[in-house]
């Protein structure tokens, strides 16, 4: 069966870190793109990072720039998403996804993208 699975989240102060795993099974990810996303209860979906599998490169949300990183360990077939200096306004779902070339698109809305994971929870609060 082709899928992702999200780990990692969880309950953290304001200020604290956390680091999310997205770990896939019946597929390499190496072939592929990776991106995170997050839902906060009522907002709409938000690109919050990707990442190509052919040139490293990466985009951020602006929300997130400086505070967050993406990488990925093809060994161990997993994308990661380091968050630090995390706020209450990151306090949502974050989910990965799978885009079907090497390089990303539309990391901003996640259309195209696929085999999304259930999705780990991120509550920030004090």
């Known amino acids: 069966q082709l899928q992702l699975v999200e780990s990692g989240g969880g309950l953290v102060q304001p200020g604290g870190s956390l680091r999310l795993s997205c770990a896939a099974s019946?597929?390499?990810?190496?072939?592929?793109?990776i991106g995170w996303f997050r839902q906060a209860p009522g907002k709409e979906r938000e690109g919050v990072s990707c990442?190509?599998?052919?040139?490293?490169?990466?985009y951020y949300a602006d929300s997130v720039k400086g505070r967050f990183t993406i990488s990925r360990d093809n060994a161990k077939n997993t994308v990661y998403l380091q968050m630090n200096s995390l706020n209450p306004e990151d306090t949502a779902v974050y989910s990965c996804?799978?885009?079907?070339?090497?390089?990303?698109?539309?990391?901003?809305?996640?259309?195209?993208?696929?085999?999304w994971g259930q999705g780990t929870q991120v509550t920030v609060s004090s």
């Open positions: 019946g597929f390499f990810l190496k072939n592929y793109a």
């Open positions: 996804a799978t885009f079907p070339l090497p390089g990303f698109r539309r990391c901003v809305s996640g259309q195209d993208y696929y085999y």
């Open positions: 990442i190509s599998s052919n040139d490293g490169s990466t």
